[in-house]
């Protein structure tokens, strides 16, 4: 597997393969050709479909402010859902031609080529082989973690949660319409101030966690800076479990950075095994893998088993199969936003489950992963990231014109 520093990316919404992605693919391009006098960038499949709600073109003319941006909306056979296709030229002339994949999570492909983000870390391709290994050498998980990145991994986790907890912390402070022409009024300043009529403890802690996610998922789709985990479609629901865990229940930043490293490991699983985007898997790639993240996380920060944890991850993801991703008009806000809130609520609820049944489940966290795959892989591409099913085409049929 790859190193897990690659599964939080710090960049701005709404969309990891939508805009972070492509941006990266255009500095990339740019550096590459920095003498090309025009630059021309074919979008296909979901990014076609979902391009301009998602922001990509905004995202590439950003890099690349001359480029000439084409969205093609029938082609077939792609290598991969998320296909661009880079043309540098000099003069009239092509200096380079060039199909990349933005493959989820802010990351991209090069066709034909390897990236440094490409270099194998782990020898282990699967959860059950990090168990193995663990118990072989008489490891816990975040011991083999260290051993396997490093301790400079720290700096880059602290980065990330700097990022993270800013994000919540913008949220929390603003107000207003989210951009789009949905209407959509930000929620999480007023969530987290209403107080309910003798609100409980648990009631509290689902409130103030929803309205972190939403926070988050907020400044999300107002394309600001966010942290992939592990995209940005489901950016809010590892913040708003581990940022209530640090300020409302104390701990220290340092578990809740251990926690951030259990978690980042089972996306590099889930992403190694199937994967984390939308666009090839629905939103069970996505708020899927970032719940049963969380849930891992979490039964980490809780002192739980390493078959805990497993177990933890393995709920969250196995009540997630089958969830469509279906944005209303393209936007990351319908239904996506509450839809964070959700999962981390979710994601507590399998970390509970697992501490009482863990001995008697009879499906492992790989299990649940290959069916995911094999889940988004029989989705009709409609509920695949293109806005042409689902609650997307429900929702602008009974639009007035």
């Given at each position: 597997m790859k190193s897990i520093k690659s599964i939080y990316k710090i960049g701005n919404g709404p969309s990891s393969s939508h805009t972070v992605g492509p941006y990266n693919a255009a500095q990339m391009f740019l550096h590459r050709h920095p003498e090309a006098d025009h630059f021309q960038v074919t979008l296909y499949g979901s990014l076609a479909f979902t391009g301009e709600g998602h922001g990509t073109k905004k995202a590439i003319l950003h890099v690349?402010?001359?480029?000439?941006?084409?969205?093609?909306?029938?082609?077939?056979?792609?290598?991969?859902?998320?296909?661009?296709?880079?043309?540098?030229?000099?003069?009239?002339?092509?200096?380079?031609?060039?199909?990349?994949?933005?493959?989820?999570?802010?990351?991209?492909?090069?066709e034909g080529e390897e990236s440094e983000e490409d270099k194998e870390v782990w020898p282990e391709k699967n959860f059950t082989e990090i168990m193995e290994t663990c118990r072989h050498q008489n490891l816990s998980l975040l011991e083999l973690i260290i051993q396997r990145e490093g301790e400079d991994l720290y700096s880059d986790l602290k980065h990330v949660w700097d990022a993270m907890k800013e994000s919540i912390e913008r949220g929390l402070a603003s107000e207003g319409i989210l951009p789009g022409g949905l209407g959509v009024s930000r929620k999480a300043k007023m969530l987290f101030s209403k107080r309910c009529y003798n609100e409980s403890g648990d009631i509290a802690m689902n409130r103030q966690i929803a309205s972190y996610a939403y926070a988050v998922s907020e400044e999300n789709a107002c394309e600001n800076v966010v942290v992939t985990a592990p995209t940005c479609g489901s950016c809010g629901v590892i913040p708003s479990i581990f940022y209530y865990m640090e300020k409302d229940r104390g701990f220290?930043?340092?578990?809740?950075?251990?926690?951030?490293?259990?978690?980042?490991v089972i996306g590099n699983v889930i992403r190694t095994n199937a994967s984390i985007s939308g666009a090839e898997c629905g939103c069970q790639a996505e708020i899927?893998?970032?719940?049963?993240?969380?849930?891992?996380?979490?039964?980490?920060?809780?002192?739980?088993?390493?078959?805990?944890?497993?177990?933890?991850?393995?709920?969250?993801?196995?009540?997630?199969?089958?969830?469509?991703?279906?944005p209303v008009d393209g936007l990351v806000q319908i239904p996506c936003i509450e839809r964070n809130a959700v999962a981390a609520m979710r994601?507590?609820?399998?970390?509970?489950?697992?501490?009482?049944?863990?001995?008697?489940?009879?499906?492992?966290?790989?299990?649940?992963?290959?069916?995911?795959?094999?889940?988004?892989?029989?989705?009709?591409?409609?509920?695949?990231?293109t806005s042409h099913g689902g609650l997307a085409t429900i929702y602008r049929s009974r639009k007035p014109e």
């Open positions: 690349l402010p001359n480029a000439e941006v084409l969205f093609d909306m029938h082609a077939l056979d792609l290598p991969h859902p998320n296909t661009m296709r880079f043309i540098a030229y000099k003069d009239g002339k092509i200096l380079e031609d060039k199909r990349i994949f933005s493959i989820g999570g802010g990351s991209i492909r090069i220290p930043e340092k578990e809740i950075l251990d926690a951030l490293a259990v978690a980042a899927g893998s970032a719940c049963s993240m969380a849930a891992a996380g979490l039964a980490h920060l809780y002192g739980l088993s390493l078959d805990e944890i497993e177990y933890s991850a393995e709920i969250a993801m196995e009540h997630n199969l089958g969830l469509t991703c279906d994601a507590i609820s399998s970390v509970t489950l697992s501490r009482f049944l863990y001995e008697t489940r009879k499906i492992s966290f790989d299990e649940v992963i290959a069916t995911m795959y094999q889940t988004g892989k029989d989705l009709n591409d409609k509920y695949r990231e």
